[in-house]
């Protein structure tokens, strides 16, 4: 029996400049956290010959070229398993598609897991180029990295991802006190939308691949902002940091009429006047979660819990994608 577990996600600035479609002419940059929210793989041995799956649904195969999961399928591929009487199954703490970078994390917590199978001793720099190269290189997913790179390490990490594909990863420098602060600071409220981040992403990644000057631009200056970002946590200025979390959600509308909806609006709007400085929705947009830094978090969640938002807490995860048994 081995069971891995796989941390989810906040992004903390440059969102979007992960995308290969951007980073392999201008180098991207993005701010990310792992938190204790994660989804979970288990894999053991059964009595029968067959490959049984289970997620969302149930698929019990014969063999790996007949597995219907895309994910699963290239996963064992690309470490030439065979699969014979493997029974793999996945579990999440909050569902797909709410922008916490779940299908990064399922597949890294799945090359983990069968990487154990196997004995492999993998650095989570290699953990996350594998789960890139299957998620981008081979199924084709108009997808970053910085999911799959968060989730192998965990912690609060700075990437820049560089022309020629390598991705330098830098921990944030943040005193213990702003860690605490913003740990504390920061809200999860559930919009009750989700959507695959595909089907945002798709649009900006054709823009770019097209060279549409106004996509471009918005993703320099979105990269900038992670750049201020960063420099105002790890000057422990909290409320400066907040302040630019608004400005990028405004410049992230602007990359797509399916970022945002009129609830969504009003939600991010009665929060700014409910004790909130300043906030964003999460992942590609469309949907998932709204999260906000807030100096008045009793008036804040009051104002959410009226608006029916369900909250989300969550403290940060420092130890990234590990094994939880192996027997």
Known sequence: MIITRSPLRISLGGGGTDLPSYYCDHSGFVMAAAIDRYVYITLHQRFVPQILLKYSRMEEVDCVDDIEHPIFREALRALEMDAQSLEITSMADIPAGTGLGSSGSFTIALLKALHTYKKNIVHPDELAEQACHIEID???????KQDQYIAAYGGIACFEFLPDDRVEVEPLKLDTEALY??????????TGYSRPASATLKEQDHK?????????????FVKELGLQSKAALETGDLHHYAELMNVHWEHKK??????????????????LKNGAVGGKLTGAGGGGFLMFYAEDKVRLRHAMREADLKEVRFRFDFEGTKVVIQS
């Open 138 to 144: 081979v199924l084709g997913e108009p997808v970053g």
């Open 181 to 190: 602060n913003l740990e504390d600071n920061l809200l999860l409220f559930f």
């Open 208 to 220: 770019t691949r097209q060279g549409e000057q106004e996509m471009i631009e918005n993703l320099h």
């Open 254 to 271: 602007k990359r797509s009429e399916k970022m945002s909806n009129t609830d969504i609006e009003r939600w991010y709007g009665l929060a």
